[in-house]
Nanobody, 126 residues
Framework: VQLQASGGGLVHPGGSLRLSCAAP????????IGWFRQAPGMQREGISC????????YYADSVVGRFTISADKANNTVYLQMNDLKPEDTAVYYC????????????????????WGQGTLVTVSS
């Protein structure tokens, strides 16, 4: 599984960005995909995950109401729309999946996720 994240950049507080993850094999080889982030000096956290089997989603408390995960299943692409960005959202963002995990909540909390894309840096600063 080769994932590729893109869309990061520099944005002012209160601004928006949309991240994209090219996910070949999504829905056929694996059904759950998620967005994780790691800020400097912090542990990586699962912030939003999506299951194609039932279109269920999970959001971490830190992003609920501001971030939206969505999937274009036909084009094997998963998006993370990020609104009202805050300086504490500054991090490297990764998309990831694990064929052994079948639920959105589980993937976002799984410590040993198998497949990772390269990260994309999001910097929120004035």
């Amino acid at each position: 599984v080769q994932l590729q994240a893109s869309g990061g950049g520099l944005v002012h507080p209160g601004g928006s960005l949309r991240l994209s993850c090219a996910a070949p094999g999504f829905t056929s080889d694996y059904v759950v995909i998620g967005w994780f982030r790691q800020a400097p000096g912090m542990q990586r956290e699962g912030i939003s995950c999506f299951s194609s089997s039932d279109d269920s989603t999970y959001y971490a408390d830190s992003v609920v109401g501001r971030f939206t995960i969505s999937a274009d299943k036909a084009n094997n692409t998963v998006y993370l729309q990020m609104n009202d960005l805050k300086p504490e959202d500054t991090a490297v963002y990764y998309c990831a999946t694990d064929p052994a995990i079948g639920g959105s909540y589980l993937l976002c909390h799984y410590r040993y996720v198998k497949n990772w894309g390269q990260g994309t840096l999001v910097t929120v600063s004035s």
